[in-house]
């Protein structure tokens, strides 16, 4: 049975990593990460779900630090934090202009044209940036 973080959103898919199952490591969040993730999905995940009305798949979320640096990521990454997740959806450009009408809070949206996803952050502590990249 999967644990619900929220409606829409459960652990398994906010900690899953296929770096960690192919390097036989460990993926599970720290108390502190564990509060970020449920954050990031009340105050934005779920809410966004909603507003899209349409499925958000996680492609990513939390990281360890060992499994953020086989995935190439930055050592000062939200993933870690517990404080950003990769989605998936078929139209990620609605996604993302679903985010700008719907006036939720967000630190950054990073969309990822060629790899066809977007990065989604809440910080926990400090003020939101509402940045919106394109790579």
């Known amino acids: 049975m999967k644990k619900n973080i929220s ?3 459960t652990w398994e898919e906010m ?12 993926n599970d969040p720290p108390e502190e990460a564990r509060c970020a993730i449920c954050e990031l999905v009340k105050c934005l995940l779920q809410p966004l779900r909603i507003a899209f009305n349409k499925p958000i798949a996680i492609t990513s ?5 060992e499994v953020n640096r086989l995935a190439g990521g930055v050592r000062s990454s939200q993933h870690v934090k517990g404080e950003a997740a ?5 139209d990620i450009y609605l996604l993302l202009e679903t985010l700008k009408k719907s006036g939720l809070p ?29 790579r």
Not at 15 to 26: D, W
Not at 109 to 124: E, G, V
């Open 61 to 65: 979320g939390y990281r360890s630090p």
């Open 7 to 9: 409606r829409d959103f």
């Open 15 to 26: 900690t899953y990593s296929c770096i960690a199952i192919v390097n036989g490591l460990r």
């Open 106 to 134: 967000f630190d950054q949206a990073i969309l990822y044209r060629k790899k066809h996803f977007l990065h989604l952050s809440y910080r926990t502590n400090g003020k939101q940036r509402y940045q919106i990249l394109y």
């Open 86 to 90: 990769d989605c998936y959806a078929p």
